[in-house]
């Protein structure tokens, strides 16, 4: 599902990441661990291709990375949902719409828009605040609201990057419950964070970056 051979990013004389092989196979959930700078974004990045390799080669389920172009980084990215930890919602915007921004500039019937968009906001438990705007919910709602977005396109991966930095312990176990129940219904799902709690007795996979290189890897 997403495989990365000998793969190195550099930035003018720094190197962001340096030979890492990673395999995440199809349905798996995993995490990504490090130290600020570790090169945990970088990677994310690389993922969806808004970022290119230097070197080596990454497949991502049925893309080879360094042949995209501009027709197919979109097929490529349609297919990937993406969770920041900053949310980047539209404030202007109520949670509806945010949400269902992702179809319709798909062209998406909104029949169907809002069936996706109503189940999304169920899944993350924000069906009450379809018309509320961004800057009336929690922190944690808010992260929902993202995940919802990431979600209503029905992605075979999920990317979360760093997304319970700005949440209080409680509001970060429940969105890790609402990732755990995406991966149930057989979505991929890759997290990368600095935070040993989200991980801590979970059986998955959790490889550690440091300073550019994939230095270990083991059970949460």
Known sequence: MINF?????????????????????????????????????????????????????????????????????PQLRRNIGIVFQDFRLLLNKNVYDNVALALRVRRIPEKEVKALVLDALKM???????????????????????????????????????????LDPDTAAGIMRIFKEIN??????????HNRELFRDTGKRVMRLDNGNMVNEERG
């Open 5 to 73: 051979q000998q793969v190195s990013k550099f930035y003018d004389t720094a190197t962001a990441l340096r030979d890492i092989n990673l395999s995440i196979e199809k349905g798996e959930m995993a995490f990504i661990t490090g130290p600020s700078g570790a090169g945990k974004s970088t990677l994310m990045k690389l993922i969806y291709a808004a970022e290119l390799p230097d070197s080596g080669r990454i497949t991502i389920a049925e893309w080879e990375t360094d042949k995209l172009d501009g027709a197919t980084i």
């Open 184 to 193: 149930v219904r057989g979505t991929t799902i890759l997290i990368a964070t």
């Open 124 to 166: 993350v438990n924000l069906r009450h605040k379809t018309d509320s705007f961004p800057s009336t919910l929690s922190g944690g709602e808010q992260q929902r609201v993202v995940i919802a977005r990431a979600i209503v396109g029905e992605p075979i991966i999920v990317l979360a990057d760093e997304p319970t930095g700005n």
